[in-house]
T-cell receptor, first 115, second 113 residues
Framework: GAVVSQHPSWVICKSGTSVKIECRSL??????MFWYRQFPKQSLMLMAT?????????EQGVEKDKFLINHASLTLSTLTVTSAHPEDSSFYIC???????????FGAGTRLSVL | AQSVTQLDSQVPVFEEAPVELRCNYS??????LFWYVQYPNQGLQLLLK??????LVKGINGFEAEFNKSQTSFHLRKPSVHISDTAEYFC???????????FGAGTTVTVRA
């Protein structure tokens, strides 16, 4: 149990376009979902925390208008990178927690390449 | 706020040899501790966790870790590694009343035949 699916796994887009990444909890209801960004050979940096039905909480330095997060249901959160630029190219990973359990289950990640 | 230090950025090891990955943390409150493994171009897989109880924690794939509160450490060990253990390993900590994780910088384990 506790499977998190992330889609797409790899996306290439032109500069100035927007890209949406989906994160789904397949076999449980996710009370909280997290979005991370990982640069090559580096650790994960938390971007934001999202709870179903409420606004996401962004970490310091993360532009909320740039990285739009929607958590419309207990099994789906989306991250939209708006007006993407080459510096937004990175590996984006989501995770989810089950109610009452302090364990994060991670998706397989999405590699975004902005040309 | 808590922080995590992984003392070794790269650990080369021969197949069937033991390996230890060091992790120290700092926090003013009680924490939960985790080790995750990341294979190339993949997300993170939970290896093991310490939430409470016995300080020696056994995880998947033959890994174990020991929580040492006095030394604020949570070192990961495996007595005999396989080629397939080649991966990036992350130590992480969260507060007991907060699900947010703080990650260490990661340790790259390369297992050679």
């Amino acid at each position: 149990g506790a499977v998190v699916s992330q889609h797409p796994s790899w996306v290439i887009c032109k500069s100035g376009t927007s890209v949406k990444i989906e994160c789904r909890s397949l076999d449980f209801q996710a009370t909280t979902m997290f979005w991370y960004r990982q640069f090559p050979k580096q650790s994960l940096m938390l971007m934001a925390t999202s709870n179903e039905g409420s606004k996401a909480t962004y970490e310091q330095g993360v532009e909320k208008d740039k990285f739009l997060i929607n958590h419309a249901s207990l099994t789906l959160s989306t991250l939209t990178v708006t007006s993407a630029h080459p510096e937004d190219s990175s590996f984006y990973i989501c995770s989810a927690t089950r109610d009452g359990e302090n364990i994060q289950y991670f998706g397989a990640g999405t590699r975004l390449s902005v040309l | 706020a808590q922080s995590v230090t992984q003392l070794d950025s790269q650990v080369p090891v021969f197949e069937e040899a033991p390996v230890e990955l060091r992790c120290n943390y700092s926090s003013s409150v009680s924490v939960y501790l985790f080790w995750y493994v990341q294979y190339p171009n993949q997300g993170l897989q939970l290896l093991l966790k310490y939430l409470s109880g016995s300080t020696l924690v056994k995880g998947i794939n033959g890994f174990e870790a020991e929580f040492n509160k006095s030394q604020t450490s949570f070192h990961l060990r495996k007595p005999s590694v396989h080629i397939s253990d080649t991966a990036e390993y992350f130590c992480a900590v969260s507060h007991r009343n907060d699900y947010k994780l703080s990650f260490g910088a990661g340790t790259t384990v390369t297992v050679r035949a």
